[in-house]
């Protein structure tokens, strides 16, 4: 990690003591634990190799990769699309089963999803409200989005903004999360 980054930035919404919903958060799960306590859940057979998670502080999200068909004279892309609403049909009890389970365990919903190929779907995930007191200059940025046929709302330009960042922040948010594993690693070897 660079010295001349800091997480997050002064003046960052985020830094110092935690605020509003923080205090009501399920605690940090461990994503190692997690990943292992999945592996042994999941059927055997279900997915061609380990599961992608992502889990956040309101929800998990489980996406396997399922066998590609053969699509014969078939168009290949639908053979796909085929293979992954089969899985999501037949699975949906046991999925159900596991997502309680799961929510049981760790304080929050599970999400499902699939890829066949280069054809992936996320069946169902939460649309969580935030909120945020955000100064004028920065509901301006957002008022400017609405005023440009960006977004319809301040809302959805908040959602444009949030996944712009995320598409061109890779490196910094991979940087920050593997920080804070770090972080959780050494005090999971702390004192009790």
Excluded: K, N
């Excluded at 799960?29 to 502080?57: I, K, Q, S």
């Excluded at 960042?165 to 890779?170: A, F, K, P, Y």
């Amino acid at each position: 990690m660079h010295a001349h980054h800091r997480f997050p930035p002064e003046g960052f919404p985020g830094r110092g003591r935690a605020r509003g919903r923080a205090a009501d958060a399920p605690p940090p799960v461990d994503r190692a634990e997690v990943a292992g306590w999945f592996a042994g859940r999941l059927p055997d057979g279900w997915f061609t190799g380990p599961v992608e998670l992502t889990v956040d502080r309101d929800e998990i999200t489980v996406v396997g990769a399922v066998p590609e068909p053969d699509a014969g004279d078939g168009d290949p892309t639908a053979a796909r699309a085929g293979r992954i609403a089969r899985f999501r049909e037949q699975t949906r009890g046991q999925r159900m089963e596991i997502a309680d389970a799961a929510q049981a365990r760790y304080g929050r919903s599970v999400a499902w999803g699939a890829s066949c190929g280069d054809v992936r779907e996320v069946f169902t995930t939460l649309s969580v409200p935030v909120m945020t007191r955000l100064r004028q200059s920065e509901r301006l940025v957002l008022d400017t989005l609405v005023d440009a046929g960006v977004a319809r709302s301040r809302s959805e330009a908040l959602v444009w903004a949030v996944r712009l960042v995320g598409e061109h922040t890779d490196e910094w948010l991979t940087e920050l999360r593997e920080a804070m594993a770090h972080v959780e690693e050494v005090r999971a070897r702390g004192p009790r």
